[in-house]
């Protein structure tokens, strides 16, 4: 079964601080794909990327970048120069190609806090 | 386009009453999924749908059910509310191979006393 883990509960930055958000999964599929989603406290879930196992470049979008590591079953979220609109729960998402319904196995969440 | 939209946005029950969350996508998409995320929890899979006429069961489909007669809509029934329903409730769909990014609607909060 496939398993996404996001050990870090809860990390609290000062702004302008960089902060680096793992996330380690589990899947048994060569083809899968994953995701990082942001819900700010308004309660919405903002799709932030999505990676194909396929796929391993890292990719940079403004003060955000992704590490994917195969080797290590690792896709970490990395956010340069925080600012306090980024304090929000972050998910890391997990979608298999096996199964055919491509549901998304979701981590627990990361609660990021930027302090001013 | 409006993408995922939900309804209502929250809702009061009593302990046995039932209601129906409505969701609808303008997007064309085939695939559908019901998301409940219980507080301080990531996601868990309800019910899932891959077209029109075409419903089955996710990690947690217990006392919830699905339709769905049109591409558009993909309502989730409760029948019986119990306290363990409690929760925010997510749709969300996707486009299909080669396009497998799930949009979500704005979420249900749902409290049952």
């Known amino acids: 079964a496939q398993k996404v883990t996001q050990a870090q509960t809860e990390i609290s930055v000062v702004e302008k601080e960089d902060v680096t958000l793992d996330c380690v999964y589990e899947?048994?599929?060569?083809?899968?794909?994953l995701f990082w989603y942001k819900q700010p406290p308004s309660g919405e879930l903002v799709f932030l990327i999505r990676?194909?196992?396929?796929?391993?470049q890292n990719e940079i979008s403004g003060r955000y970048s992704w590490n994917f590591q195969k080797s290590t079953s690792s896709f970490n979220f990395t956010i340069t120069a925080s600012q306090v609109v980024d304090s929000a729960v972050y998910f890391c998402?997990?979608?298999?190609?096996?199964?055919?319904?491509?549901?998304?196995?979701f981590g627990s969440g990361t609660r990021l806090q930027v302090q001013p | 386009n409006a993408g995922v939209t939900q309804t209502p946005k929250f809702r009061i029950l009593k302990i046995g009453q039932s209601m129906t969350l409505q969701c609808a996508q303008d997007?064309?998409?085939?695939?559908m999924y019901w998301y409940r995320q219980d507080p301080g929890m990531g996601l868990k899979l309800i019910y899932y749908?891959?077209?029109?006429?075409?419903?089955d069961k996710g990690e947690v489909p217990n006392g919830y059910n699905v339709s769905r007669s049109t591409t558009e809509d993909f309502p989730l029934r409760l029948e019986l509310a119990a306290p363990s329903q409690t929760s925010v409730y997510f749709c969300?769909?996707?486009?299909?191979?080669?396009?497998?990014?799930?949009?979500f609607g704005p979420g249900t909060r749902l409290l049952v006393l």
């Open positions: 969300a769909s996707s486009g299909d191979r080669g396009k497998e990014t799930q949009y």
């Open positions: 899947t048994r599929d060569t083809t899968y794909y």
């Open positions: 990676r194909n196992s396929f796929d391993e």
């Open positions: 998402a997990l979608s298999e190609e096996r199964t055919g319904r491509r549901a998304l196995t």
């Open positions: 997007m064309n998409h085939n695939y």
């Open positions: 749908s891959v077209g029109a006429g075409i419903t």
